[in-house]
């Protein structure tokens, strides 16, 4: 399955697009523990995951990540398809709706 990552910049005129905000995210190192021990991985096997799947952003170069903890689980799953629907934003799907129950997150938007 082949995902399409966000541009980071406007097709039609080059200039750099904002990062998106995701609602639901965390930093590095409130990530590290809970998804650490829940799947017995390594902080650089997180940070690996986080960049391989583009599962963060930056307000700024130099600011600290910001991960989509949805999307995190999912990739420790290895669910491809819910991380793919997720990034269509249908957060109404059953495979979605099951991580963001999971993680206690609510799925209503700002």
């Known amino acids: ?12 005129t080059g200039k750099s697009l904002r990062p998106l905000y995701i609602p639901q995210a965390i930093t590095v190192q409130r990530a590290i523990d809970p998804f650490r021990h829940d799947y017995n991985v390594s902080e650089d096997t997180l940070r690996g995951l986080v960049i391989k799947h583009r599962l963060h952003n930056q307000t700024m170069p130099g600011a600290p990540w910001r991960i989509s903890a949805p999307e ?24 979605v709706v099951r991580y963001f129950r999971r993680l206690g997150i609510p799925l209503e938007r700002a």
């Open 72 to 95: 995190l689980a999912m990739a420790l799953d290895g669910d491809h398809e819910a991380l793919a629907r997720l990034r269509q934003d249908d957060r109404e799907h059953e495979d």
């Open 1 to 12: 399955m082949t995902t399409t990552l966000p541009a980071k910049t406007a097709p039609e």
